[in-house]
């Protein structure tokens, strides 16, 4: 789900959603917002967001923490 704007960043809390949908809810939040913080646990996110923002010219910023989940700050 997305969260509300946090000092300027949009939210997506993808946890718990298998692939495509991260992305799509990137892809979603991206209509709206130039600056998303992506939060997923799926495996296979960081090769659909890289791919995602390669087809929108968007940069990525991946940032892995210590839990089994990742998270990407996506900006165009």
Known sequence: MTAP??????VVDARGMRCPW?????ARAMRDASDVLLIADDP???LE????????GWSVE???????????RVRR
């Not at 704007?5 to 949009?10: E, F, I, N, P, S």
């Not at 967001?49 to 929108?56: F, N, P, Q, S, T």
């Open 5 to 10: 704007k946090a000092l300027g960043t949009l």
């Open 49 to 56: 967001v890289a791919a995602l923002a390669g087809e929108h």
């Open 44 to 46: 296979q996110a960081g």
């Open 22 to 26: 991260p992305a799509l809810r990137l």
């Open 62 to 72: 991946p940032n892995e923490t210590p839990a089994a989940e990742g998270r990407w």
